[in-house]
């Protein structure tokens, strides 16, 4: 079978895939509104924002949104068995690893600001991803698989904040692990960043926001474990 032909092939299974799991998911998609709704506030924009998030979930507009993209960008592709193997001790089966997509030459946004950014499943970038940042990405897609679309603005948000990125280190792993704390209670960046840092100290590199060494692995496995639970957008 040539490269174009099993570029097809993608094309067509990601799309029935992403149509399937919007029919599968519509039940979960409209409990979500029901929670949403039960914390109405009017004087909250972030209430209003996340809203219009869960209504575009439930009309599908994610996979609309990445249908579209993952026809008009040819070369998007799905993980390799290899990112797979990297990804499964970490999310477990709590994770749709066929869903995921990877664009390495999406030309708005990562040439021009050296970033990457998660569009739902398909993660957008400029060239290969070392693992950890790999992984950094891929626990947006977990976010957005597990809790919806409310993740875009959450992630936002976080980006703006003054904590940002920085989920305080070892320290404050091991302060949070120790009072039962739940991995939701880092905002949605330094979730990625936990994460990605838990990966890098198992494999004897630096934590970005280190120190930290291997006596601190079992505080961050503590957090990582919550990633491997069922559920679905």
């Avoid at 994460?195 to 970005?208: E, K, S, T």
Wanted: hydrophobic share 40%.
């Amino acid at each position: 079978m040539t490269t174009g032909a099993n570029q097809l092939s993608n094309k067509v299974r990601g799309t029935a895939l992403r149509f399937g799991q919007a029919v599968r998911w519509l039940p979960q998609r409209l409990l979500r509104l029901g929670k949403h709704l039960q914390h109405f506030c009017w004087s909250d924009p972030q209430w209003w924002v996340e809203s219009g998030y869960v209504v575009l979930d439930i009309l599908a507009v994610p996979e609309l949104y990445e249908t579209l993209a993952d026809w008009l960008k040819w070369r998007t592709r799905p993980l390799t068995p290899a990112e797979v193997t990297l990804l499964t001790p970490l999310f477990g089966t709590s994770l749709h690893y066929d869903r995921i997509r990877i664009d390495e030459r999406a030309y708005l946004g990562p040439p021009q600001w050296n970033i990457c950014y998660v569009s739902f499943s398909t993660i957008n970038a400029w060239g290969a991803m070392n693992p950890a940042l790999l992984i950094h990405e891929v626990v947006h897609v977990w976010q957005f698989q597990h809790l919806g679309s409310v993740y875009i603005p959450r992630a936002l948000r976080a980006q703006r904040s003054r904590a940002g990125y920085n989920y305080g280190g070892a320290i404050q792993v091991a302060n949070w692990a120790q009072r039962s704390a739940s991995l939701q209670d880092f905002n949605p960046e330094q979730q990625a960043d936990l994460v990605a840092d838990y990966w890098r100290i198992q494999h004897g590199l630096p934590a970005y926001w280190g120190p930290a060494g291997l006596a601190d692995l079992p505080f961050y496995a503590y957090f990582v474990a919550q990633l491997q639970t069922d559920g679905s957008a």
